[in-house]
């Protein structure tokens, strides 16, 4: 099996030059560029690239060769991992190649899939998908009639995966395997992109369609790429059959596109993006719903597995839990037009959505409030709706928890600037699910830390935000940490669902693979990237 290659396209005669910022002007005028979201201090380059192309990309390449230096990827920067902090070398930013290039209808998928650049954000592909107004690019020149039919009904169609953060470019977004909070039903990412070109590290370029490159593991492909030919040989790792972002994607049979899915910018930059896209559903059916306790919580969540696998009609895109302290730091808004009026007796809330049609919204209704009431409430005591203020009513809920843990981080940093939160990206399999939140409380009680517990539930995917008040604190919630890092690789989980690995987490590596394991992907690595140009410091 020979992987094709490609070339680049051809810059448009509309298209500024390759933009060089100096180092000099770097702090003043870019500074934002050298940081992320994880807040990771000592950024810097010794130049900064703007590209507007592909052609663009591989002069980028061609100078960092000539420096005998190496090359960071930066888009949308709201990453919590450090992935797009430049620690030396150059920086590499892509945002501005953000055109749409094209669409076509899958009869295979029976759906539409578009092609964009990967500085495209998530906002801007779903604005334009409702208004039916994507920019195509026509480089001077007509788009073709599928793209009009595609345009005709786009705002019939929506982006799938729901990454928290609608700033976050396409891009980005393929290179961490991003999710949200639909992934539960939708799936990541992954599940969602078709098509990739790659510029690998010598300037050879890869079009790589799902599907088309598929190893056994007895399999084998090969890469022409300029520097040399590479064999490719399945690696023996697997990983594990939950969601998880930590390192190279290897399962049976190895789809070679997995392999760039999520591997954080270290084995090749990012050129265009094929996304495969979901017709909306008639309509959202949202509730929050309270209990009196977490277990009654986490109860309604086993009966909501349980009733998917029946004919009662409940099959949510998504479902969310908060804990005691998450409602608690809601309550407590100082703004009392930021406060939500949770019940007094509320110890813990589930979110959940689905998607309905006006013919099934009565019986969708009475399905979830009979299995609320199995669970000691039910929809008259459930905040939720279907209208379009409702639904942001309850997506302002849902993310104002992180925000609420941020500003007070940021208080408290005024009496102590040392100290940030520690905030935790782990989950495991359905069965260890009740034990790590056990681990969770009972570890962070232990040491009397304050704590917020809340995210994924349906993919036993809890983020548990540590929020220390001083040095002593810092140091014992980074203990806290590892312990609980430990305890989810235990029970078959990942150090990271969602997030990536980064510069931050590369020491967790150690905990979820064996050194064989680790090699291989160091491996694969050196295969893709032989001179070691792209990402230093992310992963390994």
């Given at each position: 099996?020979?992987?094709?290659?490609?070339?680049?396209?051809?810059?448009?005669?509309?298209?500024?030059?390759?933009?060089?910022?100096?180092?000099?002007?770097?702090?003043?005028?870019?500074?934002?560029?050298?940081?992320?979201?994880?807040?990771?201090?000592?950024?810097?380059?010794?130049?900064?690239?703007?590209?507007?192309?592909?052609?663009?990309?591989?002069?980028?390449?061609?100078?960092?060769?000539?420096?005998?230096?190496?090359?960071?990827?930066?888009?949308?920067?709201?990453?919590?991992?450090?992935?797009?902090?430049?620690?030396?070398?150059?920086?590499?930013?892509?945002?501005?190649?953000?055109?749409?290039?094209?669409?076509?209808?899958?009869?295979?998928?029976?759906?539409?899939?578009?092609?964009?650049?990967?500085?495209?954000?998530?906002?801007?592909?779903?604005?334009?998908?409702?208004?039916?107004?994507?920019?195509?690019?026509?480089?001077?020149?007509?788009?073709?009639?599928?793209?009009?039919?595609?345009?005709?009904?786009?705002?019939?169609?929506?982006?799938?995966?729901?990454?928290?953060?609608?700033?976050?470019?396409?891009?980005?977004?393929?290179?961490?395997?991003?999710?949200?909070?639909?992934?539960?039903?939708?799936?990541?990412?992954?599940?969602?992109?078709?098509?990739?070109?790659?510029?690998?590290?010598?300037?050879?370029?890869?079009?790589?369609?799902?599907?088309?490159?598929?190893?056994?593991?007895?399999?084998?492909?090969?890469?022409?790429?300029?520097?040399?030919?590479?064999?490719?040989?399945?690696?023996?790792?697997?990983?594990?059959?939950?969601?998880?972002?930590?390192?190279?994607?290897?399962?049976?049979?190895?789809?070679?596109?997995?392999?760039?899915?999520?591997?954080?910018?270290?084995?090749?930059?990012?050129?265009?993006?094929?996304?495969?896209?979901?017709?909306?559903?008639?309509?959202?059916?949202?509730?929050?719903?309270?209990?009196?306790?977490?277990?009654?919580?986490?109860?309604?969540?086993?009966?909501?597995?349980?009733?998917?696998?029946?004919?009662?009609?409940?099959?949510?895109?998504?479902?969310?839990?908060?804990?005691?302290?998450?409602?608690?730091?809601?309550?407590?808004?100082?703004?009392?037009?930021?406060?939500?009026?949770?019940?007094?007796?509320?110890?813990?809330?589930?979110?959940?959505?689905?998607?309905?049609?006006?013919?099934?919204?009565?019986?969708?209704?009475?399905?979830?409030?009979?299995?609320?009431?199995?669970?000691?409430?039910?929809?008259?005591?459930?905040?939720?709706?279907?209208?379009?203020?409702?639904?942001?009513?309850?997506?302002?809920?849902?993310?104002?928890?992180?925000?609420?843990?941020?500003?007070?981080?940021?208080?408290?940093?005024?009496?102590?600037?040392?100290?940030?939160?520690?905030?935790?990206?782990?989950?495991?399999?359905?069965?260890g699910l009740s034990s790590m939140m056990d681990f969770y409380r009972s570890r962070l009680q232990r040491d009397g830390l304050?704590?917020?517990?809340?995210?994924?539930?349906?993919?036993?995917?809890?983020?548990?935000?540590?929020?220390?008040?001083?040095?002593?604190?810092?140091?014992?919630?980074?203990?806290?940490?590892?312990?609980?890092?430990?305890?989810?690789?235990?029970?078959?989980?990942?150090?990271?669902?969602?997030?990536?690995?980064?510069?931050?987490?590369?020491?967790?590596?150690?905990?979820?693979?064996?050194?064989?394991?680790?090699?291989?992907?160091?491996?694969?690595?050196?295969?893709?990237?032989?001179?070691?140009?792209?990402?230093?410091?992310?992963?390994?």
């Open positions: 099996m020979v992987v094709p290659r490609s070339a680049p396209r051809p810059d448009s005669k509309k298209l500024p030059p390759l933009q060089t910022v100096p180092q000099t002007r770097i702090p003043e005028s870019y500074a934002s560029h050298l940081k992320d979201e994880s807040r990771l201090q000592g950024g810097h380059a010794e130049g900064l690239l703007f590209a507007h192309s592909e052609e663009q990309i591989l002069r980028a390449i061609e100078q960092v060769h000539e420096k005998k230096s190496h090359l960071t990827l930066s888009a949308g920067r709201t990453g919590i991992v450090g992935g797009a902090v430049p620690l030396g070398g150059f920086l590499l930013s892509l945002e501005r190649m953000d055109r749409v290039l094209g669409a076509a209808w899958s009869e295979d998928d029976q759906c539409w899939r578009i092609r964009v650049e990967p500085g495209m954000t998530l906002a801007r592909l779903q604005e334009g998908l409702d208004r039916r107004n994507l920019p195509f690019s026509s480089d001077g020149g007509e788009i073709t009639e599928e793209c009009k039919a595609f345009l005709e009904q786009s705002s019939l169609w929506f982006y799938a995966p729901d990454p928290t953060e609608q700033s976050a470019h396409l891009g980005g977004t393929a290179a961490t395997n991003a999710s949200g909070s639909r992934s539960f039903r939708y799936g990541a990412t992954r599940r969602h992109l078709t098509g990739l070109r790659v510029m690998l590290s010598d300037g050879t370029l890869l079009e790589i369609k799902r599907g088309d490159a598929l190893l056994s593991p007895e399999q084998r492909c090969r890469v022409d790429m300029q520097s040399g030919p590479v064999t490719f040989h399945h690696p023996v790792y697997r990983s594990p059959k939950i969601k998880s972002v930590a390192g190279y994607q290897v399962e049976e049979p190895l789809d070679l596109i997995d392999l760039f899915i999520g591997s954080e910018g270290t084995l090749g930059v990012l050129t265009e993006v094929e996304v495969r896209l979901t017709r909306k559903p008639p309509l959202l059916l949202a509730g929050i719903s309270f209990f009196d306790s977490g277990d009654r919580a986490f109860e309604c969540v086993f009966r909501i597995r349980e009733a998917m696998k029946t004919t009662s009609g409940i099959c949510p895109d998504a479902i969310e839990f908060f804990d005691r302290h998450s409602l608690n730091l809601l309550r407590g808004a100082s703004d009392p037009d930021a406060a939500f009026p949770i019940p007094p007796d509320a110890a813990a809330a589930v979110f959940f959505e689905q998607a309905g049609s006006e013919e099934t919204l009565d019986d969708l209704y009475s399905s979830w409030d009979a299995l609320l009431n199995r669970c000691g409430t039910g929809m008259e005591k459930t905040w939720g709706g279907v209208d379009a203020g409702t639904l942001e009513r309850l997506r302002t809920f849902r993310h104002a928890v992180p925000e609420k843990v941020n500003q007070m981080i940021g208080a408290l940093q005024r009496d102590c600037p040392d100290i940030h939160k520690i905030s935790s990206d782990f989950a495991v399999p359905d069965q304050n704590f917020v517990i809340f995210g994924h539930i349906g993919e036993n995917h809890l983020h548990v935000n540590i929020l220390p008040k001083n040095t002593a604190e810092l140091s014992k919630a980074r203990s806290a940490y590892q312990d609980m890092a430990e305890r989810a690789v235990a029970l078959g989980g990942t150090v990271s669902a969602e997030h990536g690995i980064g510069k931050l987490k590369k020491k967790l590596m150690g905990l979820m693979y064996k050194p064989d394991a680790l090699c291989e992907m160091r491996h694969i690595k050196a295969q893709f990237d032989p001179s070691g140009i792209l990402c230093r410091g992310n992963i390994f």
